[in-house]
């Protein structure tokens, strides 16, 4: 089992920035992609950035320019640093792996979610 546990969303003015870290924890081998999503209330949740284990990058149109992702391997955690932040932008945003654990000796691949951390943009 992989827990992840994301940190850093709060309340923002139009313009400012946050720094979003989710940390992963458990039996975990490696971890292939990570990714970060946005939901907001009677929306479907929405792909914002995804970063590979070599590296590729991906955005959401939406946010390029603004958004970066990152990871720290050695830490098993990724980070969205978001800035020039929009009202649009305001959403509940959840962590997204692609991991191997090896429980019991089988190793396995699986996707896990983390509980997601508040982003309000509001003056």
């Known amino acids: 089992q992989v827990q992840l546990v994301e940190s850093g969303g709060g309340l923002v003015q139009p313009g400012g920035s946050l720094r979003l870290s989710c940390a992963a924890s458990?039996?975990?081998?490696?971890?292939?992609?990570m990714r970060w999503y946005r939901q907001t209330p009677g929306m479907q949740r929405e792909l914002v950035a995804t970063i590979t284990s070599g590296g590729n990058l991906n955005y959401a149109d939406s946010v390029k320019g603004r958004f970066t992702i990152s990871r720290d391997n050695a830490k098993n955690t990724v980070y969205l640093q978001m800035n020039n932040l929009k009202p649009e932008d305001t959403a509940v945003y959840y962590c997204n792996v692609d991991a191997y654990t090896r429980p019991a000796g089988l190793l396995r691949f699986d996707n896990y979610w983390g509980l997601g951390t508040q982003v309000t943009v509001s003056s």
């Open positions: 458990g039996n975990i081998i490696s971890i292939a992609a």
